[in-house]
RNA sequence: GGUCCUGUGGCCGAGUGGCUAGGCAGAGCUCUGCAAAAGCUCCUACAGCGGUUCGAAUCCGCUCGGGACCUCCA
């Protein structure tokens, strides 16, 4: 089987992977900041190295995943003011920190058990880990690469780049760093522009507080990450992710701190996907443009023509590779939709064809090669930097083999007993162990099936004696409600809900 | 302005220099009491202009368009 291989930000090439500890992979994941509600561009990420992560698991690797929740931070709530207001005797109706944080954690585990993914092993907090933190600041101070002022410390970037390459990651050049002539807050306390905060000075008002050797503050935004990973994963460890918007500077910034603390570079693999746009623009905060994962599922979007299943979410973002932008539509999220139907339904029937083996032989050869090679090359495909999209297209190649089989125009002894049973196989471990994908209808629910079982046999009965008024009644009725009967060849009936 | 990415058929999207990805939509046929599915067939595109090559969507150059990052950002 081939190796798998990876796009490494850092090389801009795909690499062998090999982990550092055999049998073992350690990777972190930059997660969400739960000042507000997720959106659709936030899915991506989590999706992809959700199918990441369930791919390293079945490849054999023990996989230790870390995804961080930003929870501290400037926050502020919409209609609440992020005062701290001491004065104030009403302590129930002033902005409480954490208990926004909690809401929008709570929203964001939510969506994610939505999108069928599996929990990280250690989804740590950033306020959780103040203390790492300003250790950690405390050992770049005492390395000589970081400087206080006025309560606050700040990462000298010269310093830094003078014996070590700043700027590898995101191919910046250090001296356009420092020449930049940008106009923004506080920057007149940094030796230079490029500098970024280790530990930030609080002001009166800001609501989130900690006790540090430099004074009340609270951490900087890249520290947490660094201090986190290392914690869990170690000095050096096998994959860092996240979307491509946090090259710079954020895990630029992580690379030097860690670099400076740890005396050796943090990450093997640096993975990035790309962004989700929305006509043509990525979607996000500053452009206005966001659909939120609560509106998407439920279609109140003045955008969305519908609500869309979050399945349907996860089965589009993967039918595109995680490199590739990936345009927002009605239109396109209505494809998947239906592609997601059909590849579902055939998996469906596949479950349900046995294959005798008493004549274990292909009946048909070549079909059988075909297919064989088909399936062969998921592995291929994944290994080649997680193409789940080629893996999707060759399984639509196989639909047709199966739904052939299922209508009885080709024999399933077609295929030779093994390669049958290959084919049952390795469609269920895809689409559900590695891909996560799974029904998008009502159509597990116990009761229902007992009552649709029973519409069932009063139709088949009445399209017996040819009572199509009765047999058309049930059809059209269930159909009103969304439920749809299908007569199959065989004078078999099947039924989906929506 | 700097750095980088990108431009594929009606739409979405794979594409390692030669072997017409795939999905959705559309057309025709078959099956069927009708319907819905399903099967078969058709629709063969690579922004433009040059160049390298026996051969380029794929490599190089230029032009035009779109985008990301440089600031919170998945």
New binding site residues.
């Given amino acids: 089987m081939s190796q798998l291989k990876v796009y490494n930000s850092l090389s801009?090439q795909k690499e062998v992977f090999t982990s550092l500890t055999p049998g073992h992979v350690g990777m972190y994941v930059?997660?969400?900041?739960v000042s507000?509600e997720?959106?659709?561009?936030?899915?991506?990420?989590?999706i992809t190295f959700d199918v990441i992560h369930r791919y390293l698991q079945h490849l054999g690797y023990k996989v230790r995943y870390v995804r961080n929740i930003?929870d501290a931070?400037h926050f502020e709530e919409e209609g609440r003011e992020a005062v701290d207001k001491i004065a104030s005797k009403a302590i129930l109706e002033k902005l409480e920190p954490m208990e926004l944080v909690q809401k929008y954690t709570n929203l964001f585990h939510w969506a994610m058990a939505q999108f069928n993914t599996i929990p990280p092993s250690i989804e740590p907090t950033a306020t959780g880990h103040i203390v790492e933190q300003i250790e950690m600041i405390k050992k770049i101070i005492g390395a000589g690469y970081a400087y206080e002022v006025n309560g606050s410390v700040y990462f000298d970037v010269k310093k830094y780049a003078a014996g070590h390459e700043y700027g590898k990651l995101?191919?910046?050049?250090i001296e356009?760093?420092l020449e930049?002539t940008?106009e923004?807050e506080g920057q007149e306390e940094k030796r230079d522009?490029?500098d970024?905060a280790l530990w930030k000075n609080a002001a009166p008002e800001h609501i989130m507080r900690w006790q540090s050797p430099w004074g009340v503050g609270y951490p900087g935004?890249?520290i947490e990450c660094s201090a986190m990973a290392t914690k869990y994963l170690g000095p050096q460890f096998d994959i860092h992710g996240?979307?491509?918007?946090?090259?710079?500077?954020?895990h630029e910034s992580e690379i030097a701190q860690s670099t400076i603390c740890n005396h050796t570079a943090p990450v093997r693999y640096w993975i990035?996907?790309?962004?989700?746009?929305i006509n043509?623009?990525?979607?996000?905060?500053?452009?206005n443009n966001?659909i939120k994962l609560t509106e998407l599922f439920s279609g109140d979007h003045p955008m969305l023509e519908k609500s869309y299943h979050p399945i349907t979410v996860r089965f589009?973002i993967l039918?595109?590779?995680?490199?590739?932008?990936?345009?927002f539509?009605n239109?396109?999220l209505?494809?998947?939709e239906?592609?997601?139907?059909?590849?579902w339904?055939?998996y469906q029937h596949l479950g349900k064809l046995t294959r005798d083996s008493a004549d274990a032989e292909a009946g048909d050869p070549e079909l059988d090669a075909k297919v064989a090679g088909l399936l062969k090359e998921f592995d291929e495909?994944m290994n080649?930097?997680f193409?789940t999209?080629?893996v999707?297209?060759?399984?639509?190649?196989i639909?047709?083999?199966?739904?052939?089989m299922?209508?009885r125009?080709i024999p399933v002894t077609a295929l030779s007993a093994e390669n049958f049973l290959f084919l049952q196989n390795r469609f269920r471990t895809w689409l559900e162990d590695i891909f996560g994908l799974k029904s998008v209808s009502e159509a597990d629910h116990g009761k229902l099936q007992g009552v649709m079982q029973l519409l069932i046999d009063i139709?088949k009965e009445a399209?017996n004696r040819?009572d199509?008024?009765t047999?058309?009644l049930i059809?059209n009725q269930l159909?009103s409600i969304g439920i749809?009967?299908?007569?199959?060849?065989g004078g078999e009936?099947t039924w989906n809900a929506e």
Avoid at 38 to 46: D, I, K, N, Q, V
Avoid at 242 to 250: E, K, Q, R, W
Avoid at 399 to 404: A, D, E, F, L, Q
Avoid at 484 to 489: G, R, S
Wanted: overall charge positive; proline content about 3%; aromatic content about 8%.
């Fill in positions: 801009r930059c997660g969400p900041t507000g997720s959106h659709l561009g936030h899915a991506r990420p989590y930003t931070g995101s191919g910046r050049v356009d760093l930049t940008r923004l522009t490029a970024f935004w890249h996240g979307g491509m918007d946090l090259l710079f500077p954020h990035h996907n790309n962004m989700i746009t043509g623009r990525k979607m996000g905060k500053s452009y966001v589009f039918q595109t590779h995680y490199r590739s932008t990936l345009d539509s239109e396109a209505q494809a998947s239906k592609g997601l139907k059909r590849l339904d055939a495909f080649d930097d193409s999209a080629k999707l297209a060759n399984m639509f190649e639909v047709p083999v199966i739904n052939s299922k209508d125009i139709r399209k040819k199509f008024v047999s058309d059809r159909a749809t009967l299908k007569d199959e060849k009936m």
